[in-house]
């Protein structure tokens, strides 16, 4: 863990690390270079079989350019090795100041485009129905109460997704790896994906699979998490390239 105490937590104003340049500025000081990359290789000598890396990040603030240098950092230092980057923003308030509105929207586009360049795949989450300067109501998820001023909540949905999304190549049974998670969906150099989540998926303690999914031979029962607007992934075709994770599923049901 590397804490960055240069710049004050929240929405405190000049001493908030909120610009891209700054995130940038300061993976680039050779005193937090040093630091990061000392770190960075006593972690993967210590790995039995590196996959790859996962980048977090927000990318409405200064952490999108300080995630940019990392992705291009682990690119450098681990070339072959996938990585995969996603993209967080918090529900945004609706009393918001609409200049800063301006700033964030930069960050988001400059930490989207950049992110996806240096990594294999680019995935934005957030709970809200759009990253523009008007993003509308958030994301409604049916079977889930959560209140969209608190982060705690928002938080554990977008982390529930990811922790479910990544067990596709984090589980000893599956021999699919994240690189060729990557090759799989990155077809012909589209490295900017989507998420959607089904929290929890809809199946009853006595309904079998098959008939839990009848109802949604149409339009699959998942809530896009990656600001596409609300529309369906399957919808109109728009989806060439999928991965679909399933987890706490006991095997009886899987038969009617």
Not at 138 to 149: F, I
Not at 155 to 173: C, E, W
């Amino acid at each position: 863990m590397y804490i960055v105490n240069r710049f004050s937590h929240g929405d405190s104003g000049a001493d908030g690390l909120e610009g891209f340049g700054q995130g940038e500025a300061l993976l680039g000081e050779p005193h937090c270079l040093d630091e990061i990359e000392d770190r960075l290789h006593f972690f993967t000598e210590e790995c039995d079989y590196l996959q790859g890396f996962h980048i977090l990040c927000d990318i409405h603030n200064g952490f999108s350019g300080l995630g940019t240098k990392m992705a291009e950092l682990l690119h450098d230092e681990h070339p072959g090795r996938g990585i995969i980057s996603w993209g967080t923003c918090p529900v945004l308030s609706p009393y918001r100041d609409r200049q800063k509105d301006v700033y964030q929207l930069l960050n988001c586009i400059m930490g989207i485009v950049r992110l996806s360049s240096h990594s294999s795949l680019f995935c934005p989450l957030t709970l809200n129905s759009s990253l523009g300067l008007r993003p509308g109501p958030p994301v409604a998820l049916p079977n889930v109460l959560y209140n969209t001023e608190w982060q705690y909540h928002s938080s554990a949905v977008l982390a529930v997704t990811v922790d479910t999304l990544t067990a596709a190549y984090r589980t000893s049974s599956c021999r699919l790896s994240m690189t060729q998670l990557a090759e799989t969906l990155n077809f012909c150099g589209r490295k900017v994906t989507t998420a959607a989540s089904s929290l929890p998926f809809p199946v009853g303690p006595s309904t079998s699979l098959p008939d839990s999914l009848f109802p949604y031979l149409r339009f699959p029962p998942w809530i896009p998490l990656s600001a596409s607007g609300g529309q369906h992934l399957s919808e109109g075709g728009r989806s060439f390239s999928q991965l679909a994770v399933m987890r706490g599923v006991s095997v009886d049901p899987h038969i009617r």
